[in-house]
């Protein structure tokens, strides 16, 4: 049996919750401060190689004569040892850390969330043992040095780095459903639909899921940073992004080389990867907010 | 309540997790490679170099007899060979593992002073200017990363301001070896110059460390207090009477700091992590540093023991925050009793 409720009521209803939300999340200043600094970020990434005063510095090039320049008007942030302009090479890498983050998140957040939902629905079955426990085996360790460890096995490149980081990453998905589908199998919401004989498929998908888009969101967002945090990591010691490309780890460990005389070559990739975590930090405390029950 | 049965029962699923772990650290050894006897030998290593090398590794017999011979070395603590320092891979991890859990134990202090400091004073005075300092302060602490900040540390403290060491671990003559833990030993054998050189050389790893965590701590514990302001219980104690501090010390702070317990918790084991990168920049001779060594040379048997043993420390440091929690909280060890 399916009860329909008029249209108009529905999207109402939908709209004056967004509207709350919307003036929820827009109270704090901090919030709006990091959705523009993330806005931007993303632009950057979009419109890279149209902004950047030196598109052909992206790769490999060479240009002796600049070489090691700080910070001027041709070159805002200076150039690196190969007389490459550091403010373009920034930019591609804002490019290369986001299309990083996006792929990662896409691979690990769908099976982890699945999963979770799964092991939470059967709770206290084979189920939830076998999931749960194999994602305790991967949260084991710190996430960083799993993924170092396999991406020195293998070869490096960023598709193994990726692989590496995606391996470790989609427990944390699990439990955040998995908290939120086994808190949830004892409501009425979910008993009444299985006593209408609802499938288990219709009530971990269209009953339980629902409910998990708050955090989800919250932890999406926050992870967008971490995740372009263990990238930059990887690709410091020499095990993600391999040279000439403009990725913002490989670049701060390049400049460490020339450190205290020629300090611009790490220190503006170093900031770049700062304002990135920093602006998800902001959107993911403000998502948060826009999530939480009572206005505070 | 029995602390002991909500202990030993962490402690099983633990060593099920160890064992988890030690599965997929065997196939990442021995399986990921391709051939692990090839890769030990080298590319130039004649065939019947790497035929021997697989009948000593045993690599010839099916996949589960290896797994089960190769926990049975480590049982005996034999974690083989390491082709990197070209001796056996247990005196590596001993050598190695005291110089790191130094550093990790220092940087844990820092950890919690400066979380137990920073968050309260902002929760005490939420929204007003210490609050905002504060605030902010911890959002630049949690966007860079350690290995940022160690750069940055280096940087200033070291070439800017030159009080601390650039890098390495001892200028003096070390002192004598009795547990492994120099500052221990340089105390034990009275050799305070030595103590406090090698606090100086570790001050700068053990804050690049404890900085993106302090402040994590310090945001985690202002949030809870500022939550927990709003409870009828604050506002019960306040009415009566109660002085302001005694109320913010024992009932807001309390339950407030339990949350930021557990973060503690994880975030000092995940230090073992980002001390793998902090260390590089420091050339501080520990067990991260040695573990990145040892993977950039893709010493098979190195990298495996590095992983399953910041596992085991991982999950004790687990089980121990699992405690104290249980033992701040009374709720989580009624909700087991309730079960």
């Given at each position: 049996m399916k009860i329909k409720l008029p249209q108009k009521l529905v999207s109402s209803a939908l709209l004056e919750s967004a509207r709350l939300r919307w003036f929820k999340f827009r109270k704090n200043l901090l919030s709006v401060v990091g959705l523009l600094i993330v806005i931007g970020v993303i632009l950057i990434a979009l419109l890279g190689p149209y902004i950047a005063?030196?598109?052909?510095?992206?790769?490999f090039y060479m240009n002796l004569q600049e070489?090691?320049?700080?910070?001027?008007?041709?070159?805002l942030f200076g150039t690196d040892d190969f007389g490459r302009d550091i403010l373009s090479r920034v930019i591609f890498g804002f490019q290369y850390s986001m299309l990083m983050a996006v792929v990662i998140l896409l691979l690990v957040i769908p099976p982890g969330v699945v999963l979770g939902l799964i092991a939470g629905y059967y709770r206290e079955t084979w189920v939830d043992q076998v999931v749960m426990r194999v994602s305790d085996i991967f949260i084991a360790v710190p996430p960083l040095v799993l993924a170092l460890a396999i991406c020195s096995v293998l070869t490096p490149s960023v598709f193994n780095a990726m692989m590496a980081v995606s391996l470790m990453w989609w427990p944390w998905y699990s439990r955040l459903t998995y908290s939120v589908a086994s808190a949830l199998k004892n409501e009425y919401f979910v008993q009444a639909s299985e006593t209408i004989g609802a499938s288990s498929l219709h009530i971990i998908f269209?009953?339980?899921?629902?409910?998990?888009?708050g955090p989800l969101l919250t932890k999406i967002t926050l992870d967008v940073g971490w995740v372009i945090l263990i990238g930059a990591a990887l690709s410091f010691v020499g095990l993600g992004a391999q040279p000439p490309t403009a990725d913002l780890g490989t670049m701060v460990a390049e400049g460490g080389k020339f450190?205290?005389?020629?300090?611009?070559i790490s220190l503006f990739p170093a900031l770049a990867i700062a304002t990135i975590i920093l602006g998800f930090n902001l959107l993911g405390d403000g998502i948060r907010d826009m999530f939480t029950e009572e206005v505070r | 309540m029995k602390l002991s049965i909500y202990v030993a029962r962490r402690t099983i699923y633990v060593i099920f997790t160890i064992i988890g772990l030690s599965i997929f650290v065997f196939i990442l050894a021995?399986?990921?490679?391709?051939d692990p006897a090839r890769m030990m030998a080298g590319s130039t290593a004649p065939e019947y170099i790497v035929e021997r090398l697989r009948e000593q590794l045993r690599l010839n017999k099916p996949l589960y007899e290896q797994y089960f011979y190769w926990v049975m070395d480590i049982t005996r603590f034999d974690l083989g060979y390491s082709i990197?320092?070209?001796?056996?891979v247990t005196l590596d991890v001993m050598q190695y593992l005291p110089i790191s859990l130094e550093l990790i134990f220092l940087s844990a202090l820092f950890e919690i002073g400066g979380g137990f400091i920073l968050g309260p004073i902002a929760g005490r005075y939420s929204y007003k200017w210490p609050d905002n300092f504060i605030r902010l302060l911890c959002y630049v602490g949690i966007s860079l990363p350690a290995f940022v900040w160690a750069i940055i540390l280096q940087l200033v403290f070291?070439?800017?301001?030159?009080?601390?060491?650039?890098?390495?671990?001892?200028?003096?003559a070390p002192p004598?070896?009795?547990?492994?833990l120099t500052m221990l030993d340089s105390l034990i054998s009275g050799r305070f110059d030595a103590f406090v050189d090698v606090l100086k050389h570790m001050t700068l790893p053990a804050l690049a460390l404890a900085i993106p965590a302090f402040t994590q701590d310090a945001r985690i514990i202002r949030s809870g207090m500022v939550e927990n302001k709003e409870k009828d219980y604050i506002t019960m104690a306040l009415s009566r009477g109660l002085p302001e501090w005694v109320v913010t010390s024992k009932y807001l702070l309390k339950p407030s700091v339990i949350p930021a317990v557990t973060v503690m918790g994880l975030s000092i084991a995940s230090m073992m992590g980002n001390a793998f990168l902090v260390e590089t920049v420091f050339s501080w001779p520990g067990f991260s540093k040695y573990g990145m060594n040892v993977m950039m040379n893709k010493d098979l048997n190195a990298i495996v023991a590095v992983v399953l043993i910041i596992g085991v420390i991982y999950a004790v440091l687990n089980i121990v925050v699992d405690v104290i929690v249980a033992y701040l909280d009374p709720r989580i060890r009624l909700v087991e009793k309730g079960e």
């Open positions: 005063p030196y598109p052909e510095h992206a790769g070489s090691s320049m700080p910070p001027s008007l041709e070159h269209r009953e339980i899921l629902p409910n998990c888009w450190m205290p005389e020629s300090w611009w | 021995r399986v990921l490679p391709g990197y320092t070209r001796r056996s070291t070439f800017w301001i030159p009080v601390f060491p650039t890098q390495g671990f001892l200028d003096v004598a070896h009795l547990t492994g």
